[in-house]
T-cell receptor, first 113, second 117 residues
Framework: LAKTTQPISMDSYEGQEVNITCSHN???????ITWYQQFPSQGPRFIIQ???TKVTNEVASLFIPADRKSSTLSLPRVSLSDTAVYYC??????????????FGSGTRLQVQP | GAVVSQHPSWVICKSGTSVKIECRSL??????MFWYRQFPKQSLMLMAT?????????EQGVEKDKFLINHASLTLSTLTVTSAHPEDSSFYIC?????????????FGNGTRLTVT
């Protein structure tokens, strides 16, 4: 089962823009790309979802190239409270037809003052 | 937005006992619920997928007789850890999907910290 690949960790400073890229080479035609944020001892929180090109909401932007084999989550002007683990999730079709939702390793973002 | 409530948020039990964790969708009907387990500093591992009114589908390596899942209604799924042992200590997280389309986002509960002594 193919899975997503992200950098294990990233460091940034307050006020900077952070871009986290996720590789998903085996994405299927009907799959969407979803990003989640997780703080310690909490469940993941939905950030943004997209299919292609660019999606923007009040907290982030999501860039997806034409081949859709990767995606980039962009967090504008991060603050200390953005320190968390970020996961990209793609619903991958399986040979049996059952679609499993499998998380990759996630990216641990540390924002410094 | 969609809210998923998980209860209890933490539980301590003795080895050999069983523990039930509840997952409720508060403002939508969850046709599919997923149960994950997460060990410290690791990613979420999918344990099983349950659809309302049918048997759960377990991931490889997850014992269905040990982790009993019931999804009897569109708003409630339960995970029972039977005959718990210290190695079952983990953070258990449920998630729910409220629409028929496979690509609708998952909404997660806040997790249950299980400690088996």
């Amino acid at each position: 089962l193919a899975k997503t690949t992200q950098p294990i960790s990233m460091d940034s400073y307050e006020g900077q823009e952070v871009n986290i890229t996720c590789s998903h080479n085996n994405i299927a035609t009907n799959d969407y790309i979803t990003w989640y944020q997780q703080f310690p001892s909490q469940g993941p929180r939905f950030i943004i979802q997209g299919y292609k090109t660019k999606v923007t909401n009040e907290v982030a932007s999501l860039f997806i190239p034409a081949d859709r084999k990767s995606s980039t989550l962009s967090l504008p002007r991060v603050s200390l409270s953005d320190t968390a683990v970020y996961y990209c999730l793609v619903v991958l079709g399986m040979d049996t037809g059952r679609r499993a939702l499998t998380f990759g390793s996630g990216t641990r973002l540390q924002v410094q003052p | 937005g969609a809210v998923v409530s998980q209860h209890p948020s933490w539980v301590i039990c003795k080895s050999g006992t069983s523990v039930k964790i509840e997952c409720r969708s508060l403002d939508f009907q969850a046709t599919t619920m997923f149960w994950y387990r997460q060990f410290p500093k690791q990613s979420l591992m999918l344990m099983a997928t349950s659809n309302e009114g049918s048997k759960a589908t377990y991931e490889q390596g997850v014992e269905k007789d040990k982790f009993l899942i019931n999804h009897a209604s569109l708003t409630l799924s339960t995970l029972t850890v039977t005959s718990a042992h210290p190695e079952d200590s983990s953070f258990y997280i449920c998630s729910a999907r409220g629409y028929r389309a496979d690509n609708s986002p998952l909404h997660f509960g806040n997790g249950t910290r299980l400690t088996v002594t």
